[in-house]
């Protein structure tokens, strides 16, 4: 079934409330007390809520055991990703499985995962209905102005709780007084919400900074997994991403093709975020066995490469490779065989080329880097917002939506069904 955006938004709070339950009891069950684990101060559990909707939307055309297992291996590697981000970006744990058999370094546990996916499972079958069925019967003015305010109190709280995480108190004090930072609330009142949160963040989770990191890191450009270094690697990945697949379609097909995920130059945009993600998610495993990569490898690729299929078909209408043909496929958006690619793609990339390519750019003198990299910033941003605009403007043609505003008619004049035809070869129109 597919839902509007208010719906979709309806069951994000929905689950998030039930999250926040769930998580509460199972606290209070635990340490005999009661313990706020969400993230934000309003009874929501945000991770829960954005699952639900993330599984709602990626595995809705997935049915009996594969329903289980792709929700199973999605909530698995949502959990994987979000734990080692949150640690990234605030040196903190908000969740520790260690004390659990068959965890992954606590980010994740096999019984955790199997009941997520059951939930999930649940949640597909019977509850998503229910929850959207209980959200029709509200008066169509009242839940436009209900999700509204939902929206707005969950902006502030996750804006409040954020500040407070980066410990940026004296930044809090001065947005609170700004005219109309909080409307509809008074200093006093935001900054009681402000104490409120810094007291439960400090009592929550324990913090292990990192000593050293920040004074070698001014020296050095692009340090680390910082942000000019990710930049510099999702151009140099799109760029080898590209011309490896040109060079494979050719091996295997006997012919040149373009395999551009864009309409200026040879980038391939999956990857370039793919390794992007593969740096941010592996990094801290490169000391690890190489079976131990190659598995992480093959589940977050098979899962990545799936949503990327779905997201394409779900906002352009379009399909740009197809594995049906292939044994072991899923929906031929994935198969086993290039799911096993990826693994092996993991550990040589942690493992022999990560490591060279890093020292490289790290040599780049500092003004030099930043300024390169924002330019690298400004225009792969772009190409793919002109890339997005040709492709819609594509699919507007097939449906016979003539050219009415400016972006409409360049996008016939400079990207017609020619020109995108032999930038996207392969493009299936869905729709």
């Given at each position: 079934?597919?839902?509007?955006?208010?719906?979709?938004?309806?069951?994000?709070?929905?689950?998030?409330?039930?999250?926040?339950?769930?998580?509460?009891?199972?606290?209070?069950?635990?340490?005999?007390?009661?313990?706020?684990?969400?993230?934000?101060?309003?009874?929501?559990?945000?991770?829960?809520?954005?699952?639900?909707?993330?599984?709602?939307?990626?595995?809705?055309?997935?049915?009996?055991?594969?329903?289980?297992?792709?929700?199973?291996?999605?909530?698995?590697?949502?959990?994987?990703?979000?734990?080692?981000?949150?640690?990234?970006?605030?040196?903190?744990?908000?969740?520790?499985?260690?004390?659990?058999?068959?965890?992954?370094?606590?980010?994740?546990?096999?019984?955790?995962s199997a009941l997520w996916g059951a939930l999930a499972m649940v949640m597909m079958?019977?509850?998503?209905?229910?929850?959207?069925?209980?959200?029709?019967?509200?008066?169509?003015?009242?839940?436009?102005?209900?999700?509204?305010l939902l929206v707005i109190f969950l902006f502030v709280d996750i804006m409040v709780?954020?500040?407070?995480?980066?410990?940026?108190?004296?930044?809090?004090?001065?947005?609170?007084?700004?005219?109309?930072?909080?409307?509809?609330?008074?200093?006093?009142?935001?900054?009681?919400?402000?104490?409120?949160?810094?007291?439960?963040?400090?009592?929550?989770?324990?913090?292990?900074?990192?000593?050293?990191?920040?004074?070698?890191?001014?020296?050095?450009?692009?340090?680390?997994?910082?942000?000019?270094?990710?930049?510099?690697?999702?151009?140099?990945?799109?760029?080898?991403?590209?011309?490896?697949?040109?060079?494979?379609?050719?091996?295997?097909?006997?012919?040149?093709?373009?395999?551009?995920?864009?309409?200026?130059?040879?980038?391939?945009?999956?990857?370039?975020?793919?390794?992007?993600?593969?740096?941010?998610?592996?990094?801290?495993?490169?000391?690890?066995?190489?079976?131990?990569?190659?598995?992480?490898?093959?589940?977050?690729?098979?899962?990545?490469?799936?949503?990327?299929?779905?997201?394409?078909?779900?906002?352009?209408?379009?399909?740009?490779?197809?594995?049906?043909?292939?044994?072991?496929?899923?929906?031929?958006?994935?198969?086993?065989?290039?799911?096993?690619?990826?693994?092996?793609?993991?550990?040589?990339?942690?493992?022999?080329?990560?490591?060279?390519?890093?020292?490289?750019?790290?040599?780049?003198?500092?003004?030099?880097?930043?300024?390169?990299?924002?330019?690298?910033?400004?225009?792969?941003?772009?190409?793919?917002?002109?890339?997005?605009?040709?492709?819609?403007?594509?699919?507007?043609?097939?449906?016979?939506?003539?050219?009415?505003?400016?972006?409409?008619?360049?996008?016939?004049?400079?990207?017609?069904?020619?020109?995108?035809?032999?930038?996207?070869?392969?493009?299936?129109?869905?729709?």
């Open positions: 079934m597919v839902y509007s955006g208010y719906e979709l938004i309806w069951l994000f709070f929905v689950c998030s409330f039930l999250g926040w339950i769930w998580e509460t009891l199972a606290a209070a069950f635990q340490k005999k007390k009661f313990v706020n684990r969400g993230l934000v101060n309003l009874p929501f559990c945000i991770l829960y809520g954005i699952a639900a909707v993330f599984i709602t939307v990626f595995c809705r055309e997935l049915r009996g055991v594969w329903l289980y297992l792709g929700s199973f291996i999605l909530v698995t590697v949502f959990k994987w990703c979000a734990g080692h981000l949150i640690e990234r970006m605030y040196h903190e744990r908000w969740w520790d499985y260690s004390h659990r058999r068959w965890n992954v370094e606590g980010y994740i546990s096999l019984v955790d079958k019977w509850g998503n209905a229910l929850v959207v069925q209980l959200f029709r019967m509200i008066p169509g003015l009242c839940r436009g102005i209900l999700i509204w709780t954020l500040l407070a995480l980066r410990g940026k108190r004296e930044k809090m004090k001065q947005l609170a007084k700004v005219e109309g930072w909080f409307d509809g609330f008074t200093t006093s009142l935001s900054q009681k919400i402000f104490e409120c949160v810094e007291k439960r963040i400090s009592n929550a989770y324990s913090v292990a900074k990192k000593a050293g990191e920040e004074e070698k890191s001014a020296a050095v450009f692009a340090y680390g997994c910082s942000f000019y270094k990710m930049v510099w690697l999702f151009s140099i990945a799109s760029f080898l991403g590209d011309i490896i697949e040109t060079i494979f379609c050719r091996i295997t097909m006997g012919r040149w093709m373009s395999r551009s995920s864009v309409v200026w130059g040879p980038f391939s945009i999956v990857w370039g975020l793919a390794f992007v993600f593969a740096t941010i998610l592996l990094h801290k495993y490169r000391n690890k066995p190489d079976r131990t990569i190659f598995l992480v490898g093959t589940f977050l690729g098979g899962a990545y490469e799936y949503i990327c299929s779905m997201f394409t078909e779900l906002v352009f209408g379009k399909v740009f490779w197809d594995y049906s043909e292939v044994r072991f496929n899923l929906g031929g958006r994935i198969n086993l065989l290039f799911c096993f690619f990826w693994g092996i793609a993991a550990v040589v990339w942690i493992k022999w080329i990560y490591p060279v390519i890093s020292g490289w750019i790290e040599k780049i003198p500092l003004r030099i880097g930043k300024i390169v990299s924002w330019f690298l910033v400004v225009f792969m941003c772009c190409n793919m917002v002109v890339s997005s605009l040709a492709l819609v403007r594509s699919t507007q043609r097939k449906d016979g939506v003539q050219a009415e505003y400016g972006w409409q008619k360049i996008m016939d004049e400079k990207y017609d069904d020619e020109k995108l035809e032999s930038i996207y070869p392969n493009a299936i129109n869905t729709e």
